[in-house]
């Protein structure tokens, strides 16, 4: 079984996101960057099918050269092969982003084989907009489900599990096929010191790709507003535990 892994470099969750002064990019002076929550999941998924069923696991990037970063860390937990889309912009529109991914895909079955699965997030955690993994599918002519959190492959069918707020939906796709997977479907594993070192001697290969501008477009970036909490300070020593007593009976821990 041979699988594919789109993966990208977003700004580490949690960090705090500052704006270039025309509005256009991300600040990334001070940034740490990792791979989407959603498709560290992927990543892992694509390892343990392959664990199980034996073949290998390629994961791919459309990104700056500093993205080689993202696909060592996969190939650290047990991809084998790494490729970059190398771009020298800011973040392409997913139309375009699609198109040159779908084009690579191509180039790299043309070579090797079709992949039986194309994994994806569900989203990327910057600009969470769902639809780079659906265009890439239409463009290969390929079945896809998103929000997967189970996904088993057996006799060239893969079965997707997905939660809904009516229970859980089951599809069954026949490979080669797409599915974006949702965090939660596993939990990563930590790159052993083996997989670090295999990491650096891994040779990523660059498949430059280009297309056509969509019709979304970046007017501007705005930060949302800061929400500050108010901290009160009941009193200091013994003198306060009349207050926390009074706290606790208007919060309803005492009756």
């Known amino acids: 079984m041979n699988i594919l892994v789109c993966v990208k470099r977003v700004p580490a969750p949690g960090a705090r996101i500052n704006i270039t002064s025309d509005g256009q990019q ?14 560290e999941c992927a990543v892992e998924q694509a390892v343990q099918l392959v ?7 390629t994961v791919l990037t459309l990104g700056p050269a500093e993205a080689q970063e993202q696909l060592r860390t996969a190939v650290s937990t047990g991809a084998v092969k790494a490729v970059l889309v190398p771009i020298d912009s800011q973040d392409w529109d ?19 084989g079709n992949y039986d699965l194309v994994l994806f997030g569900n989203e990327s955690a910057d600009s969470c907009g769902y639809q780079v993994g659906v265009r890439v599918a239409l463009k290969l ?3 896809i489900v998103n929000g997967a959190k189970g996904l088993e492959t057996e006799n060239g069918v893969a079965t ?14 026949k490979t080669p096929a797409c599915v974006g997977v949702k965090e939660g479907i596993n939990l990563p594993r930590y790159p052993t010191m083996k997989g670090r070192l295999a990491s650096k001697k891994v040779e990523i290969t660059q498949n430059a790709a280009t ?9 501007t970036l705005r930060r949302p507003p800061e929400r500050a909490s108010n901290t009160k300070i009941l009193g200091n020593g013994p ?3 009349s207050a926390v007593v009074d706290l606790l009976e208007e919060l309803g821990v005492f009756k």
Request: proline fraction near 4%.
């Open 26 to 39: 991300v600040d990334t002076a001070f940034l740490g960057f990792t791979v989407s929550p959603h498709e």
């Open 51 to 57: 664990e199980k069923h034996g073949g290998e696991v």
């Open 94 to 112: 997913p139309q375009k982003t699609a198109q040159a991914i779908a084009t690579v895909i191509k180039e790299l079955e043309t070579a090797n």
């Open 141 to 143: 002519g390929r079945p």
């Open 160 to 173: 997707v599990r997905r939660e809904s707020d009516a229970g859980v939906e089951i599809y069954k796709l």
């Open 211 to 219: 297309g056509k501008e969509g019709g979304l477009k970046l007017i």
């Open 239 to 241: 003198e306060a535990a």
